[in-house]
C-alpha cells in the first residue's frame, strides 16, 4: 500500500476556499493593451492552457497583468492569484515571488508570507500530479520574462 | 449465465482494501485490469517450481518452462479462433505489436503516393506509428470521418477506400474513449476489395467478447494482456501466417535464426521469428492461467455483464445534471466517457479518489480525439467482470459530491 492509500486525502487541503472563490470568480481575464510580456502554454497531458500578458508603466513596473485560458480550478486559480499579486511589481520582485513561489510548490520548508493568499497552493505540494497545474501560469511567466530580457538585451 | 461476481471477487485481493477510507472502487481497467489469485499464482509457481529459459535447455525445469510457455500461446490462439498457435506472436504490449506491423511490413511496402486510411478515434499507439511510416515514405494518410454519435461514417470509409491506392488500413475494433464498436468484419472486407491490409487494434476487444480472428478476416491484430487479467508486459500480435512469413523481424539475436554463419543468416520459422533474446516467459504463463480463468467464465457471460453494468451506468450517470456522454448508448464497449459542466476532471477524479472511486482523466492516448470533441480532458469509467452496480451507485455518488464540492446545484 503506498502511504496515500493509508493517509485519507484531505479535499480541503488540495481545494482551500480561496482557490474555489478565484476559479469561481476568476480575476483579471482578458488582455492588456500594450502587452511587453506574453506567453502561451499548453499542458497536453492535462489539457491545462493558459496565456499569460504583462505590460509595464514608465516606472517599470507591472501595471497590468491579464490571462486568459482554460483548466482545472488549480490552474486557473493559480493564474488568477499571480495576476492579483503581479500587480505593482518590478520584474525583479516578479522573479523573486516566483522562486519563492516554486519552493512552495515543491514542498520546500520556509517563509512564504510574501505570497499573501497564494499560500493557500501549498497543499498542492502534496499532490504531486497537480504540481504542473499550479505552476503553468508561472511557467508563463518565466519564459515571457526570459523572452523579454532577452529581447532587451539584443535590441 | 450470469456472473457470480461475489465469488469473482474473492480471486481478486487487490479489491479487497480501503482506499482513502472508504472501500475501493477500480472503474479503470480500460487502462489495465486488476489480476485474480490464479494468475498471480501461476508467476509463484513459476518462479518456485519451474523457472528456467525456454527454448534451450534439455533438463526437466526447461522442458517445463516451455511447455508452459507455448501452453500459454495455444490458450491464447484457442481463445482467439486462430487456425495456428504458431500465428500468435508474443510482445511487450498492445503498442509493440503495433509496431511490429510498422517495422516488419508497412514501411519496407510503402511508396510515394499510396494512401493509409484510419480514423481520428485512434489510439496514439494506432496512429502514430502509422504517421511515421507514412512520413518516411512520402506516403498519405486519411483519416474516416467521426460522426456527432461517435461512430464513424461508414460510407466515407467508401469514398477513401474508392479514391485509390490504398495499401494499408488500422482501426480499432472498439474505442478506448467513446466504446464505439466498430463494425470489424464489415471494414475488413471492405478494405480487402480494394486490395489493402487491414491491422485491427483490438485491444479493447479481445478482453471484453468472444472474439475468432478467421470470421473477422483481418490481416493483423494487436492486443494487450495485461487489460485481460494478465500481468503488465504482456501483448500479442496475431496475423495470417502468409504475412508473418512475408514480414521482417523487429529485433535481431538469438531465439529468431534458424543458421547463422558470419555470412549472414537465416530466419526462424513463426513466431520464433519474432521473439528475439529470452522472452518474458512468467508473464506469458500467468497471461495463459488469465486466458483459462476468462475462459470459464465464458466470454459470452463477460460480454452480457459489461453490457448490463454500462447500460445502468449509462442510465444512471444520464440523470446527473450537466453531464455529457461521449460515444453511442448502443451497442458499445464497457466504458463511458464523460464531462461534468464547470468541473475539469482533474478536480473531479480529485474528489473521485478521495471518496475511494478510481477512474481515469486525461486525452486517453487520444489527443486527436480530444481536438475532434473539443474537449481538453475527458473522464472515463470503464468496467470488468468484477464490478458491481453498486459500484456504479458509488461512482454517481461521488459525482454528485463533487459537484456539491464545486458549488454546484445538485
Ligand atoms: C485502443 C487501444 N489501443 C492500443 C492501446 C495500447 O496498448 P498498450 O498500452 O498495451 O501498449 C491501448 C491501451 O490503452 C488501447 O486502449
Known amino acids: ?155 | 449465465m450470469a456472473l457470480d461476481v461475489a465469488r469473482i471477487r474473492q480471486d481478486f485481493p487487490i479489491l479487497h482494501q480501503e482506499m482513502n477510507g472508504h472501500p475501493l472502487v477500480y472503474l479503470d481497467n480500460a487502462a489495465t485490469t486488476q489480476k485474480p489469485r490464479q494468475v498471480i499464482q501461476a508467476l509463484v509457481e513459476y518462479y518456485e517450481g519451474y523457472n528456467a529459459n525456454v527454448h534451450r535447455g534439455i533438463h526437466t525445469l526447461a522442458e517445463r518452462a516451455t511447455d508452459a510457455y507455448e501452453g500459454a500461446r495455444a490458450k491464447i490462439a484457442r481463445f482467439i479462433g486462430s487456425p495456428s498457435p504458431n500465428q500468435v506472436v508474443f510482445t511487450r504490449n498492445g503498442t509493440e505489436a503495433l509496431n511490429m506491423i510498422a517495422y516488419g511490413w508497412l514501411r519496407q511496402r510503402l511508396r510515394p503516393g499510396d494512401v493509409i486510411v484510419t480514423s481520428g478515434m485512434e489510439h496514439h499507439s494506432n496512429l502514430i506509428p502509422w504517421q511515421q511510416a507514412a512520413q518516411a515514405a512520402g506516403a498519405q494518410i486519411k483519416y474516416i470521418e467521426l460522426l456527432p454519435d461517435g461512430t464513424l461514417n461508414q460510407e466515407h470509409y467508401d469514398r477513401l477506400l474508392a479514391e485509390g491506392n490504398v495499401r494499408f488500413v488500422a482501426f480499432s475494433g472498439a474505442s478506448n474513449v467513446l466504446g464505439t464498436l466498430n463494425p470489424i468484419k464489415e471494414m475488413v472486407a471492405k478494405a480487402h476489395q480494394v486490395g489493402a491490409k487491414v491491422a485491427v487494434d483490438a485491444v479493447q476487444v479481445v478482453p471484453h467478447m468472444p472474439v475468432n480472428v478467421v470470421d473477422w478476416d483481418a490481416d493483423w491484430i494487436a492486443a494487450a494482456g495485461h487489460k485481460m487479467l494478465a500481468p503488465t508486459g504482456t501483448g500479442f500480435l496475431w496475423g495470417k501466417m502468409e504475412l508473418l512469413e512475408e514480414m521482417e523481424p523487429t529485433y535481431f539475436g538469438g531465439s529468431m535464426i534458424s543458421e547463422a554463419h558470419l555470412s549472414g543468416a537465416k530466419w526462424a520459422e513463426c513466431p520464433a521469428k519474432f521473439e528475439a533474446g529470452t522472452p518474458n516467459i512468467a508473464d506469458f504463463i500467468a497471461f495463459g492461467a488469465a486466458v483459462d480463468y476468462l475462459s470459464s467464465l465464458g466470454m459470452e457471460n463477460v460480454y452480457a455483464h459489461e453490457k448490463a453494468l454500462t447500460e445502468y451506468a449509462w442510465e444512471r450517470l444520464s440523470e446527473i445534471g450537466g453531464i455529457r456522454l461521449f460515444g453511442p448508448r448502443q451497442p458499445r464497449a464497457g466504458l463511458i466517457s464523460f464531462d461534468v459542466e464547470g468541473i475539469h476532471p482533474h478536480d473531479l477524479s480529485a474528489v473521485l479518489n478521495a471518496d475511494g472511486v478510481a477512474i481515469r482523466v486525461g486525452h486517453h492516448c487520444a489527443q486527436p480525439l480530444m481536438e475532434i470533441l473539443d474537449v481538453p480532458a475527458t473522464n472515463r469509467a470503464s468496467f470488468y467482470i468484477y464490478n458491481t452496480q453498486a459500484e456504479i451507485d458509488r461512482l454517481v455518488e461521488s459525482l454528485l459530491h463533487a459537484k456539491e464540492f464545486f458549488g454546484y446545484d445538485v
Not at chain 1, 484531505?10 to 470568480?25: E, F, G, M, P, T
Open chain 1, 1 to 155: 500500500m503506498t502511504s496515500e492509500a493509508r493517509h485519507p486525502v484531505n479535499l480541503s487541503a488540495l481545494y482551500q476556499q480561496v482557490i474555489l472563490d478565484h476559479y469561481k470568480k476568476p480575476r483579471n481575464k482578458g488582455a492588456v493593451e500594450r502587452a511587453v510580456l506574453k506567453k502561451h502554454l499548453h499542458n497536453p497531458t492535462c489539457g491545462d492552457d493558459v496565456e499569460v500578458q504583462v505590460s509595464l508603466g514608465e516606472d517599470g513596473r507591472i501595471d497590468d497583468v491579464k490571462w486568459n485560458g482554460r483548466g482545472c480550478s488549480i490552474s486557473m486559480a493559480s493564474a488568477s492569484m499571480m495576476s492579483v499579486a503581479l500587480k505593482g511589481k518590478t520584474l525583479a520582485e516578479a522573479q523573486e515571488l516566483m522562486q519563492s513561489f516554486y519552493r512552495m510548490i515543491q514542498g520546500e520548508e520556509g517563509n512564504y508570507k510574501a505570497l499573501g493568499e497564494i499560500q493557500a497552493l501549498s497543499g498542492v505540494s502534496k499532490f504531486p500530479v497537480r504540481i504542473k497545474c499550479a505552476t503553468l501560469a508561472w511557467h508563463c511567466l518565466e519564459e515571457g520574462m526570459k523572452e523579454y530580457e532577452g529581447g532587451d538585451a539584443n535590441g
